[in-house]
């Protein structure tokens, strides 16, 4: 079965500070990759994808993420964090699921929290 | 990047009535549209796919007869949730999927979401 893990529900970072989100997957085949970040009460904005090539994939407003197959891995990053950067990420895959179709599935989400 | 318009943002109703929510493509042409809701401090689960023309696909748990979705266009997805009650509050997200090249690795684009609230 195609899953997500967040294993944190929360994260807070001093701004300035470099800032991880972390992210670890499970599929059967290629996986496809993706990260969104949502705003209070507002749909999901796309960040950055990893289809293949380059395992560093880099991705609006400074974010990057690194891809690590054997660790199934998918951690989001940014070397410095901004206060506007506090917001909740959500770590994605798309896969077939049992009908044959290709969703996303996600994860649960992190909340991050930039401290002035 | 492509725009998904969702329309109302927010909406409160009477416990009883149905509420017609609307998701558009702006800029470009969505064979699929996806509705998801997200309940307070959790995911999104994905409660149907939306195709133009055919009937939507409901995810296991999921009532069809109480969350109607139409997909008329290839620009147009509407969910009506009909005989609304307070546990049917929720924020409610749809997304398109453009059509370009394959599939899997197209990024999704998401509307600004309905909050949706029934007393």
């Known amino acids: 079965a195609q899953s997500v893990a967040q294993p944190e529900d929360q994260v807070n970072v001093a701004e300035g500070n470099p800032l991880t989100v972390k992210c670890t997957y499970s599929?059967?085949?290629?996986?496809?990759l993706f990260w969104y970040v949502q705003y209070p009460n507002r749909g999901l904005q796309f960040l950055l994808k990893?289809?293949?090539?380059?395992?560093l994939v880099k991705g609006s407003y400074g974010f990057e993420a690194e891809f690590n197959k054997s660790q199934t891995s998918f951690h989001l990053k940014k070397p410095s964090a901004l206060v506007s950067d506090s917001a909740l990420y959500f770590c994605?895959?798309?896969?077939?699921?049992?009908?044959?179709?290709?969703?996303?599935?996600f994860g649960t989400g992190t909340r991050l929290t930039v401290i002035p | 990047g492509a725009v998904v318009s969702q329309h109302p943002s927010w909406v409160i109703c009477k416990s009883g009535t149905s509420v017609k929510i609307e998701c558009r493509s702006l800029?470009?042409?969505?064979?699929?549209m996806f509705w998801y809701r997200q309940f307070p401090k959790q995911s999104l689960m994905l409660m149907a796919t939306?195709?133009?023309?055919?009937?939507?696909?409901?995810e296991q748990g999921v009532e069809k007869d109480k969350f109607l979705i139409n997909h008329a266009s290839l620009t147009l997805s509407t969910l009506t949730v009909t005989s609304a009650h307070p546990e049917d509050s929720s924020f409610y997200i749809c997304?398109?999927?453009?059509?370009?090249?394959?599939?899997?690795?197209?990024?999704?684009?998401f509307g600004q979401g309905t909050r949706l609230t029934v007393v």
């Open positions: 997304s398109a999927r453009r059509i370009q090249g394959g599939w899997m690795n197209t990024e999704a684009f």
């Open positions: 800029d470009f042409q969505a064979t699929t």
């Open positions: 599929v059967s085949g290629n996986p496809y």
């Open positions: 994605a895959v798309r896969a077939y699921d049992q009908t044959g179709a290709n969703n996303l599935f």
């Open positions: 990893y289809i293949t090539g380059d395992n």
């Open positions: 939306s195709n133009e023309g055919s009937k939507a696909t409901y």
